[in-house]
């Protein structure tokens, strides 16, 4: 039961994920699928792929080996390289090893070079991994793979298809980890194999090489169809298989909390999925937990987790003690209990937030027919006000902004205890600064008026 960090959307620091790791294992994970990209400690030649806030080799290395665990206790690590590599071929460096030369969604599956950086990546994540089982390779979405000028000549040879571009690429970067890591099993997103024929799939050499996650985050998963997926894989020659489901992320490119009900019913759908599916085929699921879309598009709800293994009250009032809030809202945004886990602070300022601070804003700025009919942009613009009106809502607004600030101001202080600065400060823009700024102006337009 793996807990899935997506560490490109925002990385906590690591001193929080010593806090995080032992309640996520009482909270029964067995396993962590870490999704580095540029968070990783990259050195040498890559170097350049480093991010400024990226973990210290000596912080990873102390985090993956868990030493200094208050608690000790063991979990199994599964790095994840999230081919394709958006967050390589965003580089100058690298740029010349993409497969269409305008977008940095793929890479170019033709070029030796291409070959050697996938290489050299997968020896630097190893060599801070030891005993590892399984290596997580990626391979989901690879949109633009077979547009490059290179694949169009590979595809107009006799009986060659988009499909087996594909699975060669698929193969090439497992074979570059089965060749160097012969004890360590590749692991693939699902997505790209799911339309290609059982007969392509058993001819390609895939299936003996690497075991499939299928992932699916909606609420009102297709059991049947799933379980038929299965047996056509188990056809196709892979020995086992993976689930991937979601306890955040994955419903809304700029959502900024969880609704757990959707999260569970999910969960529920796949665990029907492996009590109808054959009992040696599953090898373990994967929670996914979003931070992004992709490399390119804005955070939406940041770390917080539950990890439901069935669910009944007795289930739902130990996790309830484990997070230490007294009601558990699963069909609502809104949570009335405030938490003892970590960064839970986060989760109740977050929560007034996103449903109190832009309607508030709107209400005042927009709803008020003082300010609607007396203070326009018309009058904001030429200072103008009537004396009177102004005593009928300047107070609200400085109230409202003084509010305000002092909420923002104690999410930003519990936030940078948790997060880089740079994380912080683009969910304040993305989140905050908009309202915030209108309120402002508003007040310093009365000001001058």
């Known amino acids: 039961r793996l807990v899935h960090l997506d560490l490109k959307g925002a990385p906590p620091r690591a001193a929080y994920l010593a806090e995080v790791l032992p309640l996520l294992r009482a909270l029964g994970a067995t396993g962590l699928l870490l999704e580095y990209e540029d968070t990783f400690p990259y050195a040498g030649p890559l170097r350049p792929l480093r991010a400024p806030h990226a973990y210290r080799t000596t912080v990873s290395r102390a985090l993956v080996t868990q030493e200094n665990a208050a608690v000790p206790f063991i979990l199994w690590w599964f790095p994840n390289l999230s081919f394709p590599l958006q967050f390589v071929l965003k580089h100058k460096e690298f740029a010349h090893l993409r497969e269409v030369k305008v977008f940095p969604n793929a890479l170019n599956p033709h070029k030796e070079e291409s070959r050697a950086l996938v290489k050299a990546m997968i020896d630097q994540v190893m060599a801070l991994h030891e005993d590892l089982k399984w290596f997580h390779i990626g391979c989901d979405e690879v949109y633009y793979l077979g547009e490059g000028e290179e694949s169009k000549q590979w595809l107009q040879q006799q009986d060659n298809t988009p499909?087996?571009?594909c699975l060669s690429h698929i193969k090439a970067v497992a074979s570059c980890v089965a060749s160097s890591y012969p004890t360590v099993t590749p692991i693939v997103w699902d997505d790209m194999l799911r339309g290609i024929s059982e007969e392509t799939l058993a001819?390609?050499?895939?299936?003996?090489l690497v075991q499939p996650m299928i992932w699916d985050y909606t609420a009102d998963l297709d059991v049947e169809g799933k379980v038929h997926l299965i047996e056509k894989y188990r056809r196709c020659g892979f020995s086992k298989v993976w689930f991937a489901s979601a306890f955040k992320?994955?419903?809304g490119v700029n959502q900024s909390l969880t609704l757990i009900g959707h999260h569970l019913k999910n969960h529920l759908q796949w665990l029907k999925v492996a009590s109808n599916s054959p009992a040696d085929v599953l090898e373990g699921i994967a929670l996914t937990g979003w931070q992004r879309y992709d490399h390119f598009s804005v955070p939406f709800t940041y770390f917080h987790c539950l990890l439901p293994g069935g669910y009944s009250e007795k289930i739902k009032e130990n996790v309830e003690k484990l997070l230490g809030m007294s009601n558990l809202e699963t069909e609502t945004?809104?949570?009335?209990?405030l938490g003892t886990f970590p960064g839970s602070n986060i989760l109740t300022l977050v929560t007034q937030v996103s449903f109190y601070l832009k309607s508030s804003v709107d209400e005042l700025l927009e709803r008020n027919r003082y300010v609607t009919g007396w203070f326009s942009p018309y009058h904001r613009k030429r200072k103008i006000i009537h004396p009177i009106i102004m005593h009928h809502f300047q107070p609200d607004a400085v109230s409202l902004l003084s509010k305000w600030n002092a909420v923002v101001q104690d999410l930003q202080a519990a936030m940078e205890k948790v997060f880089h600065k740079c994380t912080v400060e683009e969910w304040m823009e993305e989140n905050?600064?908009?309202?915030l700024q209108r309120l402002q102006q508003v007040v310093d337009d009365l000001d001058k008026a």
């Open 432 to 435: 905050v600064h908009p309202s």
């Open 333 to 337: 945004f809104m949570s009335t209990s």
């Open 249 to 251: 992320g994955a419903t």
């Open 203 to 208: 001819e390609s050499g895939v299936p003996q």
């Open 163 to 165: 499909e087996k571009l």
